[in-house]
């Protein structure tokens, strides 16, 4: 190997451990300059745990890491690991909401006027901070603005200049495209190539399947905190990726089972009549039925969300007609929703969804607690029941005292739609149901949604994922600014087709 082609980044034999658990077991492989490497693994197969020991922000407890042929000390900071090349961009957003932009972007590394007194330079600071979010185009980003102001989408693209703006050797991205919309990805990939032709090395962390064929050269595989694969992304398919982190034969849902996709004879559960908010929400109109899985795509800003407050009371000032269950129905606050039968789980469980710091079956019970009172009195055995019912039938890995801000992704997913099922809903409204779990997870929850409508009920999946409205939904809307923009139903339900009828009028819109 020449001096050109020695690893820029080794790993040799790195194991951690916690009580209880070897959360990384004597892990070693190796990323070139210019090399793109995917870290692939479920939820809990030790990735998250490598990546911070690699940041300084976990310390190892055997074995060694090399940069550039030198060997990392045991112990180090995460303001150390910027000092020796490493850049992070992580899934939880780490922008501080008070500061900002430009803040956010040079945080501890402010360019001064003075040192004694430091002054900062804030003319350099927001020059600077433009410069670096132009190098993803992001040129409508006030550099000046507060940063809690921004949509995600833009907190997204702030995080990321941030690890930019670090000269790294090593740029570690964890989910960067989770609140991204397609142009926006586009152009982080285009930043990506660019890196690559500087020599910049990087792992690549995602569940989205064909981001990893798209932008990798390689995928290091763990399961259970070991590595069990690497494997050139040329020379495999999507499921022979999966059955790698997995362990299992992959198998694709069946949605058929359980339920008639063109009966006309199908009881409609939910009607909706020119809403609007008068604001984002333009006289929508729609329905779900009995058994069924109603999807609505559409990019980052196309306002589904919006929609689906609005339509939940928890956000103000609707206007036009609701029929639940063939009664009208006007949202006003969320647990009036609750009480009629109508759920909705956030697509920020972290924020809106759970109580991080309470545990699981506290969490579970959150949406019904009368089930498990007696007059004024909490009945802890009753809460035990339910916590070991919906641990049992949707595979939550923890104790009924577990933390839920201790769970892995995956798993705080499945506790938060076990809180809406708990709740007793005969439609719930899933947004982004699988942001940040891994595939097997995915399969999983897929599996609860499908399950859940097939039972008389039904559920509308919001999605910025083209294959998941493919995989789950039985009729797919397009929204765009607002509006309903076209429907999709059966066979037309592909993935081209989705595509194309989401880009297409955003075209014409914009």
Same mark, same amino acid.
């Given at each position: 190997?020449?001096?050109?082609?020695?690893?820029?980044?080794?790993?040799?034999?790195?194991?951690?451990?916690?009580?209880?658990?070897?959360?990384?077991?004597?892990?070693?492989?190796?990323?070139?300059?210019?090399?793109?490497?995917?870290?692939?693994?479920?939820?809990?197969?030790?990735?998250?745990?490598?990546?911070?020991?690699?940041?300084?922000?976990?310390?190892?407890?055997?074995?060694?890491?090399?940069?550039?042929?030198?060997?990392?000390?045991?112990?180090?900071?995460?303001?150390?690991?910027?000092?020796?090349?490493?850049?992070?961009?992580?899934?939880?957003?780490?922008?501080?909401?008070?500061?900002?932009?430009?803040?956010?972007?040079?945080?501890?590394?402010?360019?001064?006027?003075?040192?004694?007194?430091?002054?900062? #330079?804030? &003319? *350099? %600071?927001? +020059?600077?901070?433009?410069?670096?979010?132009? /190098?993803?185009?992001?040129?409508?980003?006030?550099?000046?603005?507060?940063?809690?102001?921004?949509?995600?989408?833009?907190?997204?693209?702030?995080?990321?200049?941030?690890?930019?703006?670090?000269?790294?050797?090593?740029?570690?991205?964890?989910?960067?495209?989770?609140?991204?919309?397609?142009?926006?990805?586009?152009?982080?990939?285009?930043?990506?190539?660019?890196?690559?032709?500087?020599?910049?090395?990087?792992?690549?962390?995602?569940?989205?399947?064909?981001?990893?064929?798209?932008?990798?050269?390689?995928?290091?595989?763990?399961?259970?905190?070991?590595?069990?694969?690497?494997?050139?992304?040329?020379?495999?398919?999507?499921?022979?990726?999966?059955?790698?982190?997995?362990?299992?034969?992959?198998?694709?849902?069946?949605?058929?089972?359980?339920?008639?996709?063109?009966?006309? #004879?199908? &009881? *409609? %559960?939910? +009607?909706?009549?020119?809403?609007?908010?008068? /604001?984002?929400?333009?006289?929508?109109?729609?329905?779900?039925?009995?058994?069924?899985?109603?999807?609505?795509?559409?990019?980052?800003?196309?306002?589904?969300?919006?929609?689906?407050?609005?339509?939940?009371?928890?956000?103000?000032?609707?206007?036009?007609?609701?029929?639940?269950?063939?009664?009208?129905?006007?949202?006003?606050?969320?647990?009036?929703?609750?009480?009629?039968?109508?759920?909705?789980?956030?697509?920020?469980?972290?924020?809106?969804?759970?109580?991080?710091?309470?545990?699981?079956?506290?969490?579970?019970?959150?949406?019904?607690?009368?089930?498990?009172?007696?007059?004024?009195?909490?009945?802890?055995?009753?809460?035990?029941?339910?916590?070991?019912?919906?641990?049992?039938?949707?595979?939550?890995?923890?104790?009924?005292?577990?933390?839920?801000?201790?769970?892995?992704?995956?798993?705080?997913?499945?506790?938060?739609?076990?809180?809406?099922?708990?709740?007793?809903?005969?439609?719930?409204?899933?947004?982004?149901?699988?942001?940040?779990?891994?595939?097997?997870?995915?399969?999983?929850?897929?599996?609860?949604?499908?399950?859940?409508?097939?039972?008389?009920?039904?559920?509308?999946?919001?999605?910025?994922?083209?294959?998941?409205?493919?995989?789950?939904?039985?009729?797919?809307?397009?929204?765009?600014?607002?509006?309903?923009?076209?429907?999709?139903?059966?066979?037309?339900?592909?993935?081209?087709?989705?595509?194309?009828?989401?880009?297409?009028?955003?075209?014409?819109?914009?």
């Amino acid at each position: 190997m020449t001096q050109r082609d020695a690893p820029v980044l080794e790993f040799k034999q790195i194991s951690k451990h916690y009580p209880g658990v070897k959360a990384v077991d004597r892990v070693s492989f190796s990323v070139g300059k210019g090399e793109v490497v995917a870290l692939m693994g479920i939820n809990g197969a030790g990735k998250s745990t490598l990546m911070k020991i690699l940041s300084g922000a976990e310390t190892r407890d055997e074995g060694e890491i090399r940069i550039d042929g030198k060997a990392l000390p045991v112990k180090y900071t995460p303001s150390e690991a910027r000092a020796y090349g490493i850049g992070m961009i992580y899934q939880e957003l780490s922008v501080l909401s008070e500061l900002t932009v430009a803040e956010n972007i040079y945080l501890t590394r402010e360019f001064l006027k003075f040192k004694f007194p430091p002054v900062i #330079d804030y &003319k *350099k %600071l927001h +020059e600077e901070a433009r410069r670096q979010l132009s /190098k993803l185009e992001a040129h409508h980003i006030d550099v000046k603005q507060k940063t809690g102001l921004l949509a995600l989408p833009e907190k997204q693209m702030v995080e990321i200049a941030k690890a930019l703006a670090v000269d790294c050797k090593i740029l570690v991205m964890d989910e960067p495209t989770t609140s991204l919309t397609s142009e926006e990805t586009n152009r982080l990939f285009e930043v990506i190539r660019s890196l690559k032709k500087h020599g910049v090395a990087i792992i690549y962390i995602s569940h989205r399947m064909d981001e990893i064929f798209q932008i990798c050269d390689k995928a290091v595989v763990m399961r259970d905190g070991k590595l069990v694969d690497q494997l050139d992304v040329r020379h495999i398919t999507h499921d022979q990726l999966v059955e790698s982190m997995t362990g299992k034969v992959f198998k694709r849902l069946d949605k058929s089972a359980g339920t008639n996709r063109r009966s006309a #004879d199908r &009881k *409609k %559960l939910l +009607e909706v009549r020119n809403a609007t908010d008068r /604001k984002w929400i333009k006289n929508v109109s729609f329905e779900v039925y009995e058994n069924e899985v109603l999807g609505i795509g559409g990019l980052v800003g196309s306002k589904r969300t919006e929609l689906a407050r609005l339509i939940f009371g928890a956000d103000p000032g609707f206007s036009g007609d609701i029929l639940f269950q063939g009664k009208p129905f006007r949202p006003t606050v969320p647990h009036k929703s609750i009480r009629l039968g109508l759920g909705y789980l956030s697509e920020n469980r972290k924020e809106d969804g759970l109580n991080l710091g309470r545990p699981i079956q506290e969490n579970i019970i959150l949406t019904d607690m009368k089930s498990v009172s007696t007059g004024l009195a909490w009945n802890r055995k009753k809460t035990n029941q339910v916590f070991e019912k919906y641990a049992a039938q949707m595979g939550i890995k923890g104790k009924a005292d577990t933390i839920v801000g201790n769970l892995s992704g995956g798993n705080q997913q499945k506790v938060a739609i076990a809180k809406w099922l708990h709740a007793g809903c005969k439609l719930i409204i899933f947004d982004e149901p699988t942001r940040g779990v891994d595939v097997a997870a995915k399969a999983e929850i897929y599996k609860m949604i499908r399950d859940f409508a097939a039972n008389g009920s039904g559920a509308i999946v919001i999605s910025s994922e083209v294959e998941e409205l493919v995989e789950v939904c039985d009729r797919v809307l397009i929204m765009s600014k607002g509006e309903i923009a076209a429907e999709l139903q059966a066979d037309e339900i592909t993935h081209d087709n989705i595509l194309s009828r989401i880009t297409s009028r955003e075209r014409k819109v914009t």
